[in-house]
C-alpha cells in the first residue's frame, strides 16, 4: 500500500463505529468525540492501520471505498442510496466505455457512480435544470477526480436530449413518464433504461408511459436492505432501518418507427402472468446434490 498523501481522502473508524472523512492537509486537525487525530499522523504512513488519539483512543485508519464516499457526500437533495445505485449499475449494463446519460444530476450521487463505472473509455453526459443542483453536483464529481468522465447540462429534459445511440439512459426526478419520447430518440434500439421513484403512483404512470411507447422487457422491483448489529454473541437486525428508498423502474427501448399503442382498455402487452402456484426458492425445489 503506498504512503498517504497530502490531499488523500481518508476514513477514520471509531471504536465505537462512528465514521470521519478527511482530505489530509498538513497541519490540519481531525476534532473526534474520542480526541483529537493530527493529519500529519497520517501523511507519508501507508492506511490500513491503527492510529491513536490524543487521549489514547484507537481509530483505524482506511482508504473510504465509493460506498463511504457517497454516504458523506455534500447533499442538497435526495440522493441515491448505495443498495439502490449498484443495482442499477448492473440492471444497466454500465462498464468501462459506455455512454450513458441521466437527469437529474441532483447531489451527483448517481453521476459519480456512473463515472466511476464508465471510465476511462466511456462518458456519462448529466442534466439538471436547476443551476444550484447541476453546481453542486459538479463540485462533488470533481472532488473525487471524476470530472473528466462527465458532461453536465443545464437543461430541462423536456427539450430533449442531445445525445443519440447511447447504451442507458437514468431518470431519477419527479415525473420520468413524461420524458419517455426524448429517453427513445436517445437511446439505442434495445438500450437500457431505468427510473426511480418514492411513490407506487409514479410507478403507475411510468409503466402506462412505457407501455404507450412499446417498450420492452419492463421490470419493476424494491430492494429492502436490512442492517445487524455485527455481534458475535447477539446477532440481530439493527432497531431502525431505512424501510423505503424508492421503487426501480426498468425497460428496455423500442427501435424508432416501432411503438406500439395498445387499444384503451386492452391487456398491457407486458403483464405478468401470475402462476396458480406460489413459485419455490430454486434451492428448495433442486433435488439435494445439484
Ligand atoms: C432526486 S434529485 C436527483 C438525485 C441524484 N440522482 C443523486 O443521486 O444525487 C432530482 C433532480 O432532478 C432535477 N430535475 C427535475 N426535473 C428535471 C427535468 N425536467 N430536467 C432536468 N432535471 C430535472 C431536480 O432539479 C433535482 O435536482
Same mark, same amino acid.
Given at each position: 500500500?503506498?504512503?498517504?498523501?497530502?490531499?488523500?481522502l481518508a476514513l477514520l473508524y471509531g471504536p465505537d463505529g462512528k465514521r470521519f472523512l478527511i482530505r489530509l492537509q498538513p497541519g490540519e486537525v481531525l476534532h473526534t468525540h474520542r480526541g483529537m487525530i493530527p493529519h500529519d499522523a497520517l501523511i507519508g504512513t501507508p492506511l490500513g492501520r491503527t492510529v491513536y488519539t490524543h487521549l489514547d483512543m484507537p481509530f483505524l485508519a482506511l482508504e473510504p471505498s465509493l460506498h463511504d464516499l457517497l454516504l &458523506?457526500?455534500?447533499?442538497?437533495?435526495?440522493?441515491? $442510496?448505495? &443498495?439502490?445505485?449498484? $443495482?442499477?449499475?448492473? +440492471?444497466?449494463?454500465?462498464?468501462s466505455g459506455k455512454r450513458v446519460i441521466e437527469a437529474g444530476s441532483g447531489s451527483? @450521487?448517481?453521476t459519480i457512480a456512473l463515472a466511476n463505472a464508465i471510465r476511462p473509455h466511456?462518458?456519462?453526459?448529466?442534466? *439538471?435544470?436547476?443551476?444550484?443542483?447541476?453546481?453542486? @453536483?459538479r463540485k462533488n464529481v470533481d472532488s473525487l477526480?471524476?470530472?473528466? $468522465?462527465?458532461?453536465? +447540462?443545464?437543461?430541462?429534459?423536456?427539450?430533449?436530449?442531445?445525445?443519440?445511440?447511447?447504451?442507458a439512459c437514468f431518470l431519477d426526478l419527479r415525473e420520468p413518464w413524461e420524458y419517455l419520447e426524448q429517453v427513445r430518440q436517445a437511446v439505442k434500439p434495445g438500450g437500457f433504461f431505468g427510473a426511480l421513484?418514492?411513490?407506487a403512483n409514479q410507478v403507475i404512470d411510468t409503466l402506462t408511459g412505457l407501455q404507450r411507447l412499446g417498450f420492452g422487457a419492463i421490470e419493476v422491483e *424494491?430492494?429492502?436492505?436490512?442492517? $445487524? &448489529?455485527?455481534?458475535?454473541?447477539?446477532?440481530?437486525?439493527v432497531d431502525r432501518i431505512v424501510a423505503h428508498t424508492g421503487y426501480l423502474i426498468f425497460a428496455r427501448t423500442p427501435t424508432l418507427g416501432e411503438a406500439t399503442l395498445p387499444a384503451e382498455g386492452a391487456p398491457l402487452a407486458n403483464a405478468v402472468t401470475i402462476p396458480d402456484e406460489p413459485l419455490q426458492p430454486e434451492s428448495e425445489s433442486d433435488p439435494p446434490g445439484t
Open positions: 500500500m503506498p504512503n498517504a498523501q497530502a490531499g488523500d &458523506k457526500l455534500r447533499r442538497a437533495s435526495q440522493i441515491m $442510496y448505495p &443498495k439502490d445505485i449498484g $443495482y442499477v449499475l448492473l +440492471k444497466l449494463n454500465i462498464s451527483g @450521487a448517481m466511456g462518458c456519462v453526459v448529466s442534466y *439538471e435544470v436547476r443551476p444550484d443542483m447541476l453546481s453542486l @453536483a477526480g471524476l470530472l473528466p $468522465y462527465v458532461d453536465f +447540462k443545464l437543461r430541462d429534459i423536456a427539450a430533449g436530449f442531445d445525445e443519440t445511440d447511447v447504451d421513484v418514492p411513490t *424494491e430492494l429492502l436492505l436490512r442492517p $445487524y &448489529k455485527p455481534v458475535p454473541g447477539r446477532l440481530r437486525p
